[in-house]
């Protein structure tokens, strides 16, 4: 596997593997040495990993997330080298066996998000910036069927997924959001959530934006748990946009 110069420097005398626990559509490889252990993480550039380098430096001291060691980016390609995250990935059956546990943790988590001082985060997530960027990837060809649950009922596809995102486009109460707020992306001691990673789509949202995803993962569980989980939250959210986010995710 070729890295660039400055990116082999950090990573000598290393094991490699290949990491397949998140989220992401990059490649991750894992870096395994003495007493450290890191991560690469390599893509084509694009708007998501130049947003995602970006959210990192913008939220170190601010919110739990991966120290950046080095990136490089050549020949069109972004080479990241981050810190492990801190904590156990929320999808480990750790938490997934222990759903009370599981719910109390990824409702802190967003009310640790949705505390953040936005005022001066410049990084864009609103529905006029997303539903753009859906319409540049429909018009390339995007055109795919729509994930069928209880939230999507009568949407079959992009398309007009696209259509009733346009037409019932809400008033926005805009926070800091994750963007992909699943379990993958999350990390935690079980006491509280450690580590956001995989923050490519994060930015100025709606506050409903990763509740959706949330409620989406918790299509897994009985009903009761996506009862508790929204008394843990600091409001009640409107089911309707609940819908609406969960459309809008079916565009990326």
């Known amino acids: 596997m070729y890295l660039p110069e400055k990116i082999q420097n950090f990573i000598k ?9 998140g989220m992401s559509k990059a490649k991750v490889v894992k870096c395994i040495g003495e007493n450290k252990e ?6 084509k550039v694009s708007d998501e990993p130049e947003r995602e380098y970006g959210i990192y430096k913008w939220l170190q001291g ?23 995250a801190e904590g156990i990935m929320l999808e ?3 938490y997934r066996d222990n759903p009370n546990l599981l719910i109390k ?11 953040l001082d936005i005022s001066e985060c410049k990084f864009d997530s609103t529905i006029d910036y997303k539903l753009k960027k859906a319409k540049e990837r429909i018009d390339n060809g995007l ?5 069928q649950n209880k939230y999507t009922e009568g949407i079959e596809n992009t398309d007009e997924a696209y259509e009733y995102l346009v037409k019932n486009k809400p008033k926005e109460t805009l926070v800091f959001s994750h963007g992909d707020y699943c379990f993958n992306n999350l990390f935690t001691d079980g006491k509280t959530i450690t580590g956001y990673i995989d923050m490519g789509r994060g930015g100025i949202s ?3 934006q990763d509740i959706a995803l949330c409620l989406r993962e918790l299509l897994d569980f009985p009903t009761e748990y996506t009862d508790k989980f929204l008394k843990n939250l600091k409001f009640k959210p409107d089911m309707n946009l609940i ?10």
């Open 13 to 21: 005398g290393m094991e490699f593997h290949n990491d397949h626990e």
């Open 38 to 43: 890191l991560y690469l993480k390599i893509e």
């Open 62 to 84: 601010k919110l739990p997330v991966p120290k950046i060691i080095c990136r490089v980016i050549e020949n069109g390609i972004s080479y990241m080298l981050i810190e492990k």
């Open 92 to 94: 480990n059956n750790l």
């Open 105 to 115: 943790l990824v409702a802190d988590g967003i009310n640790q998000l949705q505390k």
């Open 143 to 147: 055109h795919l069927e729509v994930d």
């Open 206 to 208: 709606d506050k409903h």
């Open 243 to 252: 819908r609406y986010y969960i459309l809008l995710d079916e565009l990326f």
